[in-house]
Protein backbone atom coordinates (compact mmCIF):
# COMPACT_ATOMS: atom_id res chain seq x y z
CA UNK A 1 0.00 0.00 0.00
CA UNK A 2 2.85 1.92 0.82
CA UNK A 3 4.43 2.03 -2.42
CA UNK A 4 1.04 2.63 -4.20
CA UNK A 5 -0.58 -0.43 -5.06
CA UNK A 6 -3.98 -0.92 -4.92
CA UNK A 7 -5.55 -4.17 -2.68
CA UNK A 8 -8.46 -5.77 -4.51
CA UNK A 9 -9.29 -8.53 -1.84
CA UNK A 10 -8.22 -11.71 -0.05
CA UNK A 11 -8.65 -14.69 -2.80
CA UNK A 12 -9.34 -18.64 -2.00
CA UNK A 13 -6.84 -20.89 -0.63
CA UNK A 14 -6.53 -24.39 0.36
CA UNK A 15 -7.63 -24.22 4.37
CA UNK A 16 -4.64 -23.65 6.65
CA UNK A 17 -2.67 -23.28 3.32
CA UNK A 18 -2.40 -27.36 3.58
CA UNK A 19 -2.41 -28.68 -0.17
CA UNK A 20 -0.80 -28.14 -3.43
CA UNK A 21 -4.19 -28.83 -5.27
CA UNK A 22 -5.99 -25.71 -4.84
CA UNK A 23 -8.94 -27.38 -3.52
CA UNK A 24 -11.60 -25.86 -1.13
CA UNK A 25 -14.31 -28.31 -0.22
CA UNK A 26 -16.38 -25.42 2.13
CA UNK A 27 -15.42 -22.39 -0.09
CA UNK A 28 -15.18 -23.39 -3.40
CA UNK A 29 -12.02 -24.31 -5.81
CA UNK A 30 -11.14 -21.27 -7.70
CA UNK A 31 -11.36 -22.48 -11.53
CA UNK A 32 -8.33 -22.49 -13.79
CA UNK A 33 -8.98 -19.93 -16.43
CA UNK A 34 -6.74 -22.16 -19.06
CA UNK A 35 -9.82 -24.41 -19.44
CA UNK A 36 -13.82 -22.58 -19.64
CA UNK A 37 -15.06 -25.81 -20.24
CA UNK A 38 -13.49 -28.73 -17.51
CA UNK A 39 -13.01 -27.43 -13.77
CA UNK A 40 -9.26 -28.05 -13.44
CA UNK A 41 -6.40 -28.08 -10.68
CA UNK A 42 -5.19 -23.85 -9.69
CA UNK A 43 -2.74 -24.90 -7.79
CA UNK A 44 -2.07 -24.36 -4.33
CA UNK A 45 -2.06 -23.46 -1.38
CA UNK A 46 -2.28 -20.00 -2.95
CA UNK A 47 -4.99 -20.86 -5.82
CA UNK A 48 -7.31 -17.77 -5.85
CA UNK A 49 -4.14 -15.70 -6.15
CA UNK A 50 -2.75 -17.77 -9.58
CA UNK A 51 -6.34 -17.62 -10.96
CA UNK A 52 -7.02 -14.14 -10.35
CA UNK A 53 -3.44 -13.13 -12.12
CA UNK A 54 -4.10 -15.53 -14.79
CA UNK A 55 -7.99 -14.71 -15.99
CA UNK A 56 -6.63 -10.79 -15.64
CA UNK A 57 -9.02 -9.81 -12.50
CA UNK A 58 -5.50 -8.99 -11.47
CA UNK A 59 -2.27 -7.32 -12.64
CA UNK A 60 -0.35 -9.43 -9.70
CA UNK A 61 -0.70 -11.20 -6.39
CA UNK A 62 0.66 -12.59 -3.03
CA UNK A 63 0.77 -16.29 -1.90
CA UNK A 64 2.75 -18.13 0.64
CA UNK A 65 5.03 -20.81 0.07
CA UNK A 66 5.88 -23.83 2.29
CA UNK A 67 6.43 -26.57 -0.07
CA UNK A 68 5.29 -25.61 -3.33
CA UNK A 69 2.27 -22.99 -2.83
CA UNK A 70 3.30 -19.69 -4.95
CA UNK A 71 5.37 -22.01 -7.57
CA UNK A 72 2.16 -24.58 -8.09
CA UNK A 73 -0.50 -22.09 -9.24
CA UNK A 74 2.35 -20.19 -10.84
CA UNK A 75 3.09 -23.63 -13.39
CA UNK A 76 -0.55 -24.19 -13.47
CA UNK A 77 -1.89 -20.93 -14.80
CA UNK A 78 1.04 -19.89 -16.78
CA UNK A 79 2.26 -17.58 -14.60
CA UNK A 80 5.69 -15.92 -12.78
CA UNK A 81 5.91 -16.93 -9.35
CA UNK A 82 9.11 -16.00 -6.92
CA UNK A 83 9.55 -18.64 -3.92
CA UNK A 84 11.53 -16.26 -1.75
CA UNK A 85 14.11 -17.64 0.97
CA UNK A 86 13.11 -17.67 4.13
CA UNK A 87 13.48 -14.25 5.87
CA UNK A 88 13.16 -12.00 3.07
CA UNK A 89 9.78 -10.99 3.16
CA UNK A 90 7.87 -10.96 6.32
CA UNK A 91 5.58 -13.31 7.59
CA UNK A 92 4.00 -10.90 10.56
CA UNK A 93 0.46 -11.47 10.28
CA UNK A 94 0.54 -14.49 8.17
CA UNK A 95 -1.33 -17.26 9.89
CA UNK A 96 1.48 -19.80 9.95
CA UNK A 97 1.70 -22.92 8.60
CA UNK A 98 5.50 -24.05 9.22
CA UNK A 99 7.46 -21.10 10.50
CA UNK A 100 10.34 -23.01 9.41
CA UNK A 101 9.18 -23.01 6.16
CA UNK A 102 6.66 -20.47 5.73
CA UNK A 103 7.93 -18.00 2.75
CA UNK A 104 5.68 -15.12 1.34
CA UNK A 105 5.89 -14.45 -2.78
CA UNK A 106 4.46 -12.90 -6.03
CA UNK A 107 2.32 -14.39 -8.64
CA UNK A 108 2.44 -11.72 -11.46
CA UNK A 109 2.63 -12.21 -15.38
CA UNK A 110 6.08 -11.58 -16.16
CA UNK A 111 9.55 -11.62 -14.56
CA UNK A 112 10.03 -8.15 -14.32
CA UNK A 113 6.36 -7.52 -12.58
CA UNK A 114 7.90 -10.54 -10.01
CA UNK A 115 10.78 -8.42 -9.65
CA UNK A 116 9.35 -5.12 -8.96
CA UNK A 117 6.51 -7.08 -6.28
CA UNK A 118 9.30 -8.57 -4.24
CA UNK A 119 11.54 -5.53 -4.43
CA UNK A 120 8.13 -3.86 -2.52
CA UNK A 121 7.66 -6.40 -0.14
CA UNK A 122 11.18 -7.55 0.82
CA UNK A 123 13.13 -6.51 3.57
CA UNK A 124 13.55 -5.75 7.57
CA UNK A 125 10.38 -6.15 9.60
CA UNK A 126 10.79 -5.92 13.50
CA UNK A 127 8.20 -7.65 13.81
CA UNK A 128 9.58 -10.95 12.32
CA UNK A 129 13.20 -10.87 13.51
CA UNK A 130 13.98 -14.08 10.00
CA UNK A 131 13.88 -10.28 7.53
CA UNK A 132 16.75 -9.19 9.62
CA UNK A 133 19.40 -11.58 8.55
CA UNK A 134 20.64 -10.49 5.46
CA UNK A 135 19.99 -7.30 3.75
CA UNK A 136 17.75 -7.28 0.58
CA UNK A 137 19.75 -7.00 -2.62
CA UNK A 138 17.77 -4.97 -5.41
CA UNK A 139 17.50 -7.53 -8.87
CA UNK A 140 16.69 -4.63 -10.88
CA UNK A 141 20.18 -3.67 -11.61
CA UNK A 142 20.95 -7.31 -12.42
CA UNK A 143 17.74 -8.06 -14.03
CA UNK A 144 18.29 -8.28 -17.99
CA UNK A 145 22.55 -9.04 -17.73
CA UNK A 146 21.50 -12.19 -19.49
CA UNK A 147 22.82 -15.71 -18.50
CA UNK A 148 26.12 -16.63 -20.78
CA UNK A 149 28.60 -18.11 -18.49
CA UNK A 150 26.34 -18.85 -15.93
CA UNK A 151 26.52 -23.07 -14.92
CA UNK A 152 23.01 -24.28 -14.92
CA UNK A 153 22.76 -27.68 -13.29
CA UNK A 154 19.93 -29.79 -15.62
CA UNK A 155 17.75 -32.54 -13.58
CA UNK A 156 18.78 -36.59 -13.13
CA UNK A 157 18.07 -38.76 -15.48
CA UNK A 158 16.44 -40.76 -13.03
CA UNK A 159 14.26 -38.24 -11.62
CA UNK A 160 12.67 -37.62 -15.36
CA UNK A 161 10.10 -40.84 -14.38
CA UNK A 162 6.94 -40.09 -13.85
CA UNK A 163 6.56 -36.72 -15.69
CA UNK A 164 4.42 -36.47 -18.31
CA UNK A 165 5.98 -36.12 -22.10
CA UNK A 166 4.96 -32.59 -22.61
CA UNK A 167 6.65 -31.17 -19.33
CA UNK A 168 9.92 -32.87 -20.21
CA UNK A 169 9.71 -32.06 -23.72
CA UNK A 170 8.61 -28.53 -22.80
CA UNK A 171 11.51 -28.62 -20.09
CA UNK A 172 14.52 -29.78 -22.73
CA UNK A 173 13.42 -27.54 -24.80
CA UNK A 174 13.88 -24.77 -22.03
CA UNK A 175 17.29 -26.11 -21.41
CA UNK A 176 18.51 -25.59 -25.54
CA UNK A 177 16.83 -21.90 -25.02
CA UNK A 178 19.06 -21.35 -22.12
CA UNK A 179 22.04 -23.33 -23.67
CA UNK A 180 21.69 -21.42 -26.57
CA UNK A 181 21.81 -18.16 -24.63
CA UNK A 182 25.19 -18.71 -23.82
CA UNK A 183 24.51 -20.64 -20.51
CA UNK A 184 26.76 -23.79 -19.32
CA UNK A 185 24.10 -26.71 -19.04
CA UNK A 186 25.82 -29.14 -16.40
CA UNK A 187 24.82 -32.52 -15.00
CA UNK A 188 25.27 -33.05 -11.32
CA UNK A 189 24.50 -35.88 -8.96
CA UNK A 190 22.12 -35.18 -5.56
CA UNK A 191 22.91 -36.69 -2.24
CA UNK A 192 18.93 -37.02 -2.42
CA UNK A 193 15.80 -38.16 -4.47
CA UNK A 194 13.40 -35.15 -4.49
CA UNK A 195 10.90 -37.81 -3.40
CA UNK A 196 12.64 -38.05 -0.20
CA UNK A 197 13.00 -34.33 0.07
CA UNK A 198 9.41 -33.97 -0.49
CA UNK A 199 8.89 -36.39 2.64
CA UNK A 200 11.24 -34.56 5.03
CA UNK A 201 9.74 -31.39 4.25
CA UNK A 202 6.48 -33.24 4.62
CA UNK A 203 7.00 -33.91 7.92
CA UNK A 204 8.09 -30.56 9.26
CA UNK A 205 4.89 -28.97 7.56
CA UNK A 206 3.19 -31.83 10.00
CA UNK A 207 4.70 -31.34 13.08
CA UNK A 208 4.61 -27.23 13.16
CA UNK A 209 1.37 -27.44 11.56
CA UNK A 210 -0.41 -29.55 13.72
CA UNK A 211 0.81 -27.15 16.59
CA UNK A 212 -0.74 -24.03 14.67
CA UNK A 213 -3.68 -25.80 14.35
CA UNK A 214 -4.29 -29.09 15.78
CA UNK A 215 -6.87 -28.09 18.27
CA UNK A 216 -8.97 -27.38 15.22
CA UNK A 217 -8.33 -30.11 13.40
CA UNK A 218 -9.11 -32.07 16.51
CA UNK A 219 -12.50 -30.81 17.42
CA UNK A 220 -14.56 -32.87 14.78
CA UNK A 221 -17.53 -30.55 15.15
CA UNK A 222 -15.85 -28.00 13.28
CA UNK A 223 -16.23 -28.24 9.80
CA UNK A 224 -12.68 -28.51 8.72
CA UNK A 225 -12.16 -29.55 5.01
CA UNK A 226 -11.80 -33.24 5.11
CA UNK A 227 -9.02 -33.46 2.86
CA UNK A 228 -7.03 -30.84 4.69
CA UNK A 229 -7.56 -32.79 8.70
CA UNK A 230 -5.73 -35.67 7.45
CA UNK A 231 -2.61 -33.76 6.37
CA UNK A 232 -2.68 -31.59 9.67
CA UNK A 233 -3.11 -34.82 11.43
CA UNK A 234 0.52 -36.31 9.72
CA UNK A 235 2.36 -34.30 13.36
CA UNK A 236 -0.44 -35.04 15.54
CA UNK A 237 1.17 -38.32 17.33
CA UNK A 238 4.92 -36.88 15.84
CA UNK A 239 7.05 -36.85 18.86
CA UNK A 240 9.33 -34.29 20.02
CA UNK A 241 12.67 -36.39 19.03
CA UNK A 242 11.27 -36.92 15.76
CA UNK A 243 10.26 -33.33 15.13
CA UNK A 244 14.06 -32.28 16.41
CA UNK A 245 15.32 -35.20 14.43
CA UNK A 246 13.59 -33.92 11.44
CA UNK A 247 15.12 -30.08 11.73
CA UNK A 248 18.47 -32.05 12.49
CA UNK A 249 18.43 -34.11 9.08
CA UNK A 250 17.10 -30.71 7.26
CA UNK A 251 20.58 -29.06 8.06
CA UNK A 252 22.32 -32.26 6.91
CA UNK A 253 20.74 -32.13 3.42
CA UNK A 254 21.31 -28.48 3.14
CA UNK A 255 25.33 -29.46 3.61
CA UNK A 256 25.31 -32.36 1.55
CA UNK A 257 23.39 -30.36 -1.42
CA UNK A 258 25.78 -27.30 -1.68
CA UNK A 259 28.40 -29.57 -2.18
CA UNK A 260 26.69 -30.84 -5.20
CA UNK A 261 25.86 -27.58 -6.58
CA UNK A 262 29.22 -26.31 -5.81
CA UNK A 263 29.98 -24.02 -8.56
CA UNK A 264 26.36 -24.48 -10.00
CA UNK A 265 24.39 -20.89 -10.04
CA UNK A 266 20.68 -22.78 -10.71
CA UNK A 267 19.23 -25.64 -10.64
CA UNK A 268 16.49 -26.35 -13.22
CA UNK A 269 13.42 -28.46 -12.91
CA UNK A 270 10.03 -29.07 -14.06
CA UNK A 271 7.88 -26.69 -12.12
CA UNK A 272 5.53 -29.61 -11.68
CA UNK A 273 4.92 -33.29 -13.54
CA UNK A 274 1.60 -32.41 -15.39
CA UNK A 275 -0.11 -29.90 -16.58
CA UNK A 276 -3.27 -29.23 -14.78
CA UNK A 277 -5.31 -32.09 -14.15
CA UNK A 278 -9.37 -32.50 -14.07
CA UNK A 279 -10.92 -31.92 -10.47
CA UNK A 280 -12.24 -35.66 -10.58
CA UNK A 281 -9.06 -36.97 -11.29
CA UNK A 282 -7.29 -35.13 -7.73
CA UNK A 283 -5.74 -37.65 -5.22
CA UNK A 284 -6.09 -35.72 -2.13
CA UNK A 285 -4.15 -38.16 -0.45
CA UNK A 286 -1.34 -37.38 -2.92
CA UNK A 287 0.72 -33.79 -3.66
CA UNK A 288 1.72 -32.15 -6.62
CA UNK A 289 4.35 -30.79 -4.85
CA UNK A 290 7.22 -32.96 -5.90
CA UNK A 291 9.42 -30.82 -7.68
CA UNK A 292 8.92 -27.49 -5.27
CA UNK A 293 9.19 -29.03 -1.36
CA UNK A 294 12.78 -29.83 -1.46
CA UNK A 295 14.00 -26.07 -2.23
CA UNK A 296 12.14 -25.21 1.28
CA UNK A 297 13.72 -27.49 2.92
CA UNK A 298 16.88 -26.29 1.27
CA UNK A 299 16.22 -22.89 2.52
CA UNK A 300 16.54 -21.77 -1.41
CA UNK A 301 14.51 -18.79 -3.26
CA UNK A 302 12.75 -20.80 -7.02
CA UNK A 303 11.22 -19.04 -9.15
CA UNK A 304 8.52 -20.51 -11.68
CA UNK A 305 8.21 -19.27 -15.27
CA UNK A 306 6.15 -20.63 -18.31
CA UNK A 307 7.60 -22.48 -20.93
CA UNK A 308 5.44 -23.94 -23.25
CA UNK A 309 1.56 -25.48 -23.73
CA UNK A 310 0.31 -29.36 -24.10
CA UNK A 311 -1.23 -29.85 -26.98
CA UNK A 312 -4.78 -29.01 -25.19
CA UNK A 313 -3.44 -25.88 -24.49
CA UNK A 314 -2.68 -25.93 -20.28
CA UNK A 315 0.72 -24.05 -19.40
CA UNK A 316 3.76 -25.70 -18.83
CA UNK A 317 6.19 -24.45 -16.51
CA UNK A 318 9.92 -24.04 -15.62
CA UNK A 319 11.59 -24.03 -11.94
CA UNK A 320 15.16 -21.81 -11.96
CA UNK A 321 16.05 -23.04 -7.93
CA UNK A 322 18.92 -20.33 -6.69
CA UNK A 323 20.77 -21.13 -3.51
CA UNK A 324 19.33 -18.68 -0.61
CA UNK A 325 19.10 -15.24 -0.44
CA UNK A 326 20.27 -15.19 -4.24
CA UNK A 327 16.97 -14.05 -5.61
CA UNK A 328 17.85 -11.52 -7.84
CA UNK A 329 19.91 -14.86 -10.37
CA UNK A 330 16.46 -16.50 -10.23
CA UNK A 331 15.39 -13.20 -11.53
CA UNK A 332 18.03 -12.96 -13.63
CA UNK A 333 17.88 -16.34 -15.76
CA UNK A 334 13.77 -15.91 -15.51
CA UNK A 335 13.82 -12.73 -17.53
CA UNK A 336 16.49 -14.00 -20.23
CA UNK A 337 14.61 -17.10 -20.97
CA UNK A 338 11.13 -14.82 -21.18
CA UNK A 339 12.85 -12.70 -23.59
CA UNK A 340 14.14 -15.31 -26.15
CA UNK A 341 10.47 -16.96 -25.76
CA UNK A 342 6.82 -16.04 -25.98
CA UNK A 343 4.88 -18.08 -23.51
CA UNK A 344 5.04 -15.52 -20.63
CA UNK A 345 1.93 -12.95 -20.26
CA UNK A 346 -0.46 -14.64 -22.59
CA UNK A 347 -4.20 -14.76 -21.69
CA UNK A 348 -6.27 -18.04 -21.31
CA UNK A 349 -8.19 -18.09 -24.60
CA UNK A 350 -12.04 -16.63 -24.19
CA UNK A 351 -10.50 -14.15 -21.69
CA UNK A 352 -8.57 -11.31 -24.34
CA UNK A 353 -9.44 -7.57 -23.46
Same mark, same amino acid.
Given at each position: ?????????????????????????????????????????????????????????????? #???????????? &???? =? $? %? /???? +???????????????????????????????????????????????????????????????????????????? #???????????? &???? =? $? %? /???? +?????????????????????????????????????????????????????????????????????????????????????????????????????????????????????????????????????????????????????????????????????????
Amino acid at each position: IAAGMIVLGKTHTVEFAMGGWGTNTHMGTAWNPWDLELHRTPGGSSAGSGVSVAAGMAPWAI #GTDTGGSVRLPS &SWCG =L $A %G /LKTT +IGRISTYGVLPLATTLDTPGPLCRTVEDAAHLYMAMAGPDPNDPLTLRQPVEDPLPSLKLGVAGLRLARLPEAERE #GVEPEMLAAYDA &SLEV =L $A %G /LGAQ +IVDVTLPLAFADFAAATGRIIGAEGYFFVGELVDDESLAVDPNVRPRIWIGKNMSARDYLQALREKERIKCEFAVALAGVEAFLTPTTTTAAIPLDEVDESGTPALFTRAFNLLDACALSVPNGFTAGGLPCSLQIACQGYDEKTALRIGWAYEQATDFSGRVPPGLEA
